[in-house]
């Protein structure tokens, strides 16, 4: 790895659509993915599951988090720990930025 890859800012990664008014910015190492995630109001992940473990921090805004059939106000410094295999969604409140960080790696957002 170049030494130069060490260091990043968000605004140099290219955003990634993940759902209409959901984009990611991504950086993926060895073991785990991390995305800066940027949802518009009224932006919806609808309801899905994925064999990686993920914690999201929300960062701005509200969203409302639903986990395995559970929904929840989250707000900045909120953090949602997600098991593997565990349903879950999201729905944008307001303009609102998720730091998400996976594990193992997301290969399918590479």
């Given amino acids: 790895m170049n030494m130069a890859d060490n260091f990043k800012t968000w605004d140099s990664i290219s955003p990634r659509t993940l759902q209409p008014?959901?984009?990611?910015?991504?950086?993926?190492?060895?073991?785990?993915?991390?995305?800066?995630?940027?949802?518009?109001?009224?932006?919806?992940?609808?309801?899905?599951?994925?064999?990686?473990?993920?914690?999201?921090?929300?960062?701005?805004?509200?969203?409302?988090?639903?986990?395995?059939?559970?929904?929840?106000?989250?707000?900045?410094?909120?953090?949602?720990v997600l098991p593997s295999n565990v349903p879950h969604g999201v729905v944008a409140l307001e303009p609102s930025r998720v730091l998400d960080v996976f594990s193992p790696v997301r290969s399918d957002y590479k």
Avoid: N
Avoid at 21 to 42: D, F, N, P, W, Y
Avoid at 51 to 70: D, K, N, P, Y
């Fill in 21 to 80: 008014g959901i984009e990611a910015r991504l950086v993926h190492t060895e073991q785990m993915s991390v995305a800066m995630v940027e949802l518009a109001k009224g932006a919806i992940l609808p309801e899905h599951f994925h064999v990686h473990e993920q914690v999201s921090t929300i960062l701005e805004g509200r969203v409302e988090f639903t986990v395995a059939g559970e929904t929840r106000l989250c707000q900045p410094g909120d953090i949602v």
